[in-house]
């Protein structure tokens, strides 16, 4: 009788061979150890570019909640926070998607999510200060994934 033991093997091995694919791709993304200890996320120049941008946004965006928060101006509150929510991770492409860690993209759309939550909340007429607890939770993303990642300028 022929024995079809060979084949479990070739299946076994292309199986690990794709388990540790999708391990790279979906948890590890494209990064490198970078020498201040952090997790280098090696992107190309424009994609490096976008994110360093939209971070930019981010830090705008928090100052003006803050303002806002300052002011009793629930409405600007909604209207500063709600373009950075939720709305804004479906302009993140997915080449680019695939190079971000999971650890990654786990905070960068947690905060996403949490600017949905703080625009929602102004909507809805929350005080000034529940909204302030929720803005400085929310900058504890900002602090964690500062502290874990760094993305270096390709060398060329
Ligand atoms: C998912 C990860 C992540 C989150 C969340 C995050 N950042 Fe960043 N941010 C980065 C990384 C990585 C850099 C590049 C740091 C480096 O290379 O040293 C960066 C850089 C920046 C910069 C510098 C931009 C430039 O032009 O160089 C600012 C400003 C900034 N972030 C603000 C914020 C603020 C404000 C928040 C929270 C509201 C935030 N970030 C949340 C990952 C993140």
């Not at 540790?20 to 020498?35: E, P, Q, R, S, Y």
């Not at 947690?110 to 102004?122: E, K, N, R, V």
Request: proline share 4%.
């Amino acid at each position: 009788m022929k024995t079809t033991t060979p084949h479990w093997i070739v299946i076994g091995l292309l199986v690990t061979v794709l388990a540790a694919g999708a391990f790279k791709v979906i948890v590890l993304g494209n990064t490198a150890k970078a020498d201040d200890g952090r997790t280098a996320v090696i992107l190309e120049p424009a994609e490096r570019q976008a994110v360093l941008g939209e971070m930019r946004i981010l830090l705008e965006t928090t100052q003006s909640i803050v303002e806002a928060l300052a002011n009793e101006d629930m409405a600007a509150v909604e209207a500063a926070a709600r373009p950075i929510g939720s709305a804004a991770i479906a302009t993140v492409d997915f080449s680019l998607r695939a190079k971000l860690p999971l650890e990654f993209k786990k905070l960068g759309f947690g905060t996403h999510y949490a600017f949905d939550d703080i625009a929602d909340m102004a909507k809805e007429g929350a005080p000034a200060k529940a909204i302030q607890i929720k803005l400085s939770d929310t900058m504890n993303n900002c602090i964690a994934c500062h502290a874990s990642f760094q993305l270096p300028e390709k060398r060329i």
